[in-house]
């Protein structure tokens, strides 16, 4: 009687709430998401108070330790690779005959040597010196004139420090120029293992 008195008569709660959910369905439903998410976002930057970002709810690619361009702690580079003792000074080619060994050769300095020799230089003048590498075959197969000498023969014994230096120093018409991928002392170390050949 109240409820008729008031209009209330036909006043069904879920009734209500069906039809009010199938008029915003119908509306395109983003209420349903769009609502959710802004109530996350308000209480993600209630939460977050004080932190550098406001909204933090995917916090782990704030806080990592990632290093940006020269920012400490800076990596060292590896010991010897950056040059700090000045560079090659240019040797007058008249000169370099003449020019002593600075290097004195003992087991030691030949062994160093020899490591070099096997790196740089045995694909193309063999393990052993002979002028027999594995490179050298390609030269000989495709009738190169100049082939890697014998490094043990007399024509090269005989030549002085200086200018088997000169040689590696400068390359020639097969052979890289050394001078710029091997140091001065490295192509020192090397004129002794060569000699240590004979
Ligand atoms: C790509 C092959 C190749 C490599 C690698 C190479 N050489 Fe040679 N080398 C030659 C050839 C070819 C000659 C002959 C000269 C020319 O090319 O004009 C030669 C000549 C030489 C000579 C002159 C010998 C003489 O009596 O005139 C010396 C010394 C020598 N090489 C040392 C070295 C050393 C030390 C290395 C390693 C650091 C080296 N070579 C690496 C190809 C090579």
Redesign the pocket.
């Known amino acids: 009687m109240v409820a008729k008195m008031f209009g209330l008569g036909r006043f069904r709660p879920f009734r209500l709430w069906q039809e009010v959910g199938a008029s915003q369905r119908k509306a395109g439903g983003f209420s349903m998401v769009l609502m959710p998410l802004a109530v996350m976002l308000i209480a993600a930057g209630c939460i977050g108070g004080g932190q550098p970002y406001p909204a933090d709810y995917f916090p782990e690619m704030h806080y990592q330790s990632g290093i940006r361009y020269q920012e400490p702690p800076r990596l060292q580079p590896p010991a010897g690779s950056v040059p700090t003792k000045g560079t090659d000074v240019p040797v007058d080619p008249s000169q370099i005959s003449a020019m002593r060994n600075p290097v004195t050769r003992t087991d030691a300095t030949i062994a160093k040597g020899k490591t070099?020799?096997m790196?740089?230089?045995?694909?193309?003048?063999g393990q052993a010196g002979k002028?027999d590498?594995l490179?050298?075959a390609k030269?000989k197969n495709a009738n190169?004139t100049?082939?890697?000498?014998d490094?043990t023969?007399p024509?090269?014994?005989s030549?002085t420090d200086g200018?088997?230096w000169g040689?590696?120093t400068n390359?020639?018409?097969?052979?890289?120029r050394?001078g710029t991928?091997?140091t001065a002392e490295?192509?020192w170390l090397?004129?002794g293992?060569?000699k240590s050949l004979r």
Request: contains cysteine; glycine residues 10%; hydrophobic residues 50%.
């Open positions: 070099l020799y790196t740089n230089c045995s694909m193309c003048h002028g590498g490179v050298a030269f190169a100049t082939l890697p000498n490094l023969l024509a090269t014994q030549k200018q088997i040689i590696i390359g020639g018409l097969n052979m890289p050394w991928l091997l490295e192509r090397l004129v293992y060569i």
